[in-house]
C-alpha cells in the first residue's frame, strides 16, 4: 500500500508538472492568446507615448535643425553673392572710386593748367601744350584742344589732325599730364606771321565745346604763328612716333 501511495503521489506530481509546462506554452493564462493582444496598462501606455513624443520632438527638433543649418547655408551664400555685388560695385567704383574710364567726368578748365614749351628745333615750327589734372580727381580731357592765337571772337580756328586721334580716352588722374603736339609754322619767316606772348585754349565738354577758357603764357620771346598752316594734335597721354608727326 505503501508503495501504491508513493507512485499515485509521483504520478500526480508529474502530472501538475506537465500542466503546468502546457500552461506556459498556452501564454500563461489557459486561453493560448498571445500578450501582445493584451490591452498595455495605463503606466504602460503613458509610457510609451512619452517615448514617442520624445521620438517624434527628436526628428523634427532634427530636422528643423537641418533646415536651419540649410537657412544657414542660403543666407550666407545671399550675403556672399552681396559682397560679391557690393565687391563688384566697388570695382566699378574703383573703376570711379571707381569708375570706369568711359564715366569720369570731363575735365573743364578749372581742373587743368595749360603750359607750353617750345620743340627742339630751330626755327620752331612746332610747340607742346601740356594739360596737368589738378582738380584732386580723376577726369577726361576730351578731344583736342581748342586755340585760339589772338583775340577769341576774331581768331581762325586751328583744326585737328585726324590721324592723332587716339584709340581710348584720355583719362587723367590727379596730377597726371596729357599733351597735343601743334604745328604753328612750316619754319622760316613768312608775311602772315603774326609774334603772340599769349593765347587761349578751351577744352572740349561732352556735348561740344566747354564753357571758359584758359590762358597761356607763350615762351620768352613770343612765338611765331601762320594760322594758315597750324594744326593741333589730340589730347594724347604720351606723344607718339607717327601720329604725332605733322
Not at 184 to 191: P, Q, V
Request: charged share 20%; hydrophobic share 40%.
Amino acid at each position: 500500500m505503501r508503495i501504491y501511495r508513493e507512485k499515485t503521489v509521483l504520478a500526480a506530481v508529474v502530472g501538475i508538472a506537465a500542466l503546468s509546462l502546457s500552461l506556459t506554452a498556452c501564454g500563461g493564462d489557459g486561453t493560448g492568446a498571445k500578450d501582445e493582444g493584451a490591452a498595455p496598462s495605463p503606466r504602460a501606455t503613458v509610457a510609451k507615448a512619452d517615448v514617442t513624443s520624445k521620438a517624434d520632438a527628436s526628428g523634427p527638433d532634427a530636422s528643423g535643425s537641418g533646415a536651419g543649418k540649410t537657412g544657414t547655408g542660403a543666407q550666407a551664400a545671399a550675403r556672399t553673392g552681396s559682397a560679391s555685388g557690393g565687391s563688384g560695385s566697388a570695382a566699378g567704383g574703383s573703376a570711379g572710386s571707381g569708375k570706369s574710364s568711359a564715366s569720369a567726368p570731363a575735365c573743364t578748365s578749372a581742373d587743368v593748367r595749360v603750359t607750353v614749351g617750345k620743340a627742339d628745333e630751330t626755327p620752331t615750327e612746332h610747340i607742346v601744350l601740356t594739360a596737368k589734372n589738378i582738380s584732386g580727381h580723376s577726369c577726361s580731357l576730351l578731344q583736342y584742344p581748342l586755340i585760339a592765337f589772338g583775340p577769341i571772337q576774331t581768331a581762325k580756328d586751328i583744326p585737328a589732325v585726324a590721324k592723332s586721334k587716339p584709340g581710348v580716352p584720355v583719362v587723367l588722374a590727379a596730377g597726371a599730364p596729357a599733351y597735343a603736339n601743334v604745328r604753328i609754322a612750316n619754319g622760316g619767316a613768312h608775311e602772315d606771321d603774326k609774334v603772340v606772348t599769349s593765347f587761349t585754349v578751351n577744352l572740349f565738354a561732352a556735348d561740344g565745346p566747354a564753357e571758359g577758357s584758359v590762358d597761356v603764357k607763350a615762351p620768352a620771346g613770343g612765338l611765331a604763328v601762320d594760322e594758315a598752316v597750324a594744326r593741333t594734335g589730340y589730347w594724347t597721354n604720351e606723344l607718339r612716333n607717327g601720329a604725332d608727326e605733322f
